[in-house]
């Protein structure tokens, strides 16, 4: 009766691209176009002024800082947890579990305030951070000093690489890493050439994931970082900016923004390719497509 | 004894896996681990290669206890159930990795994979990677990288379950040859008893985590000893009420297993069994499939059901025509136990097995044990 079972469908699948596309269009482009269009309004000299002031320098500064150290961190520990999760079997394996998600449910500004109350003056490691300070003649501080800043980006962050890995070495399964150490390979052996070359793209991807989420993280950081020029990151400074209200620093603000959002965009691309090439690498080494399954994954 | 399982037991939590395993296998004999799936089969092999511990007994290499000894020194090569060739490797790096591993010198490890690939027939695919190769091309490629660092033992773990029908039957006499050109003490799991009987010299059938019954493949096939045993191998017809089949006397027997060789069909009209008419009794053929090599026909005797194959270079029959049909032995069984039970009226009217001999078994047949 009237429109074919196919026509329907047809004109389903028409409804939902529109409305993906629109979604996308008004909830991500326009946005980061205004961004784009805003930031170029007062001409290409008060752009480029504007994105090297002091504040702004020290903040670039600051995020490199915290995102290579937490790249670093997270890059190391992302692998290390990911192969005791799915090559060992211990107990409390499930609760480790549980706790790597820890920063994916939890607000970044509790996160960070959990960090002053730990490490704060009237916080419970406070006492052994005195002592370490005085026994080697430092003067160390998390608190509102750059440590703390890299430790909320690390904490906000640290689960992006192992879930990307995770999947992927579940998917290969362990039979290859077992058939090498019966035939006697170390696990430094086994890691370079047989677990790495099965996860490398994955942890690519992991890494520009966390890469992304690092240079853009404001709630955490902000809880404990109050010095602007000191230890203010982009997105606070940008914050800054924008708060201090006069037209130019608005401007200013959304100079600053561009370059985040293009540091994004370059981010997007790498990503592209990875995925490109994951799923390539996938069909090329394994038929069975197990691996692409893994890959594909995206939280 | 080469390998020996002395009182292994083992348990994943509380589901035991290996209740009290023994068995024994001989320098340069290739052992089958047969039984159903899920029964325990790999978990031996993982335990001889030291991949899993056992809970208590001891495994003995070469009359040596291996049980502390880490599985890369215990000398033994693994070829896994799906082969678990390293996919990021080539060929020619697939076989030389347990080499290279060994610090063995370049020139050395190239000799002996080179060696390798010759004697596998891999020429020309060294290069490949494993997901560029055929089911069989794969196999020879897991048994290459298995035996490249010279092993005492090669374990395999359902080598051809993996691998397309129609080349099964191809790669399983090569990798018998292939085992026994390099003279190799083996071990390889399957769950198909035909594998077994077809590739082994020696058998170890497993149920539930402990061995039922081990000897040699033809023994194994010919003497059943457990219930399990003669109902897991052959082509077993299971027979209730076997009191009704001329010949024999169901006694505290529970039931029998008949296997279609035991079942002999003839018109009464054959010149070739007119002796043999005294000792059969009427069936009906109820069906009749076309298996190729036979036809496998499907009785009806004195109310119970028989299976027996027939060739078909004899006359055409069809369902539903009257056979003469003599059962020449079963299996009775009574608990566990599986006892062969020849054909009384041949015992008592042919003592000498002169129709026996004349129309089915020859020499060290059946009645020889
Ligand atoms: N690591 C493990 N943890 C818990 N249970 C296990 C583990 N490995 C095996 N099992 C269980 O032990 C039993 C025997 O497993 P095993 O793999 O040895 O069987 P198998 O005879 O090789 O079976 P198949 O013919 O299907 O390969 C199975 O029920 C299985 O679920
Ligand atoms: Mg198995």
Known sequence: MGMSDNKKRNITRLIMIAVSTLFVAVMLVMPLFMVIINALRKGISF??????????????????????ITLIVNTFFGITASILLTRYSFRGKHILQTLLDIPFSISPVIA?????????????????????????????????????????????????????????????????????SLMGADIFTIFRKITFPHMKWALFYGMVLT??????????????????GETFTLPLEIDALYLSGSADSIVAAFAVSSVLVLCTIVILILRCIVEGKSKMNASDRDKTGKLSEGIGYVP | MYLEMKHITKSFGDFSVSRDVNFSVEKGELAALLGPSGCGKTTILRMIAGIEHPDSGDILIGGKRVNDIPASERRIGFVFQNYALFRYMTVY?????????????????RARVNELIALTGLDGLEKRYPNELSGGQKQRVAFARAIAPEPDLLLLDEPFTAIDAKIRKELRQWLRDMIHRVGITSIFVTHDQNEAVEVADRIIVTNKGSVEQEGGASDIYRLPRTAFVSEFIGEPVIVEDFGRLKGFEKGNYERAIIRPEFVEAFKSDNEHFRDML?????????????????????LSVNGTELICHRSPERRAIYVGEEMNVIVY????????????????????KD??????EKYLYAEGGYYVE
């Open chain 2, 351 to 356: 003592p000498d097995g002169i129709n026996l």
């Open chain 2, 93 to 109: 790096d697939n076989i030389a990795f347990g080499l290279q591993v060994r610090k063995i010198p370049h020139s050395a490890v």
């Open chain 1, 47 to 68: 752009y480029l002024k504007a994105i090297s002031t002091p504040t702004v320098i020290s903040a670039f500064k600051v995020t490199l800082i915290a995102t290579v």
């Open chain 1, 211 to 228: 890469t992304a989420r690092a240079l853009g993280e404001f709630g955490a950081v902000n809880a404990l970082s109050k010095t602007r």
């Open chain 2, 278 to 298: 005294p000792f059969s009794q009427n069936g009906i053929i109820r069906d009749i499939t076309f298996k190729g090599n036979a036809y496998e026909l499907h």
């Open chain 1, 112 to 180: 960070g305030l959990s960090f002053i109350m730990l490490f704060g003056r009237m916080g419970w490691a406070a006492p052994a951070l005195n002592a370490i300070n005085e026994m080697l003649g430092l003067n160390i501080r998390i608190v509102f000093a750059i440590p703390g800043v890299v430790l909320a980006t690390i904490f906000v962050t640290f689960p992006f690489v192992s879930r990307e890995i995770i999947p992927v070495l579940n998917a290969v399964g362990s039979d290859e890493e077992e058939a090498a």
């Open chain 2, 329 to 348: 032995r079963l299996f009775a069984i009574k608990g566990n136990q599986a006892m062969l039970m020849q054909n009384k009226n041949f015992m008592e």
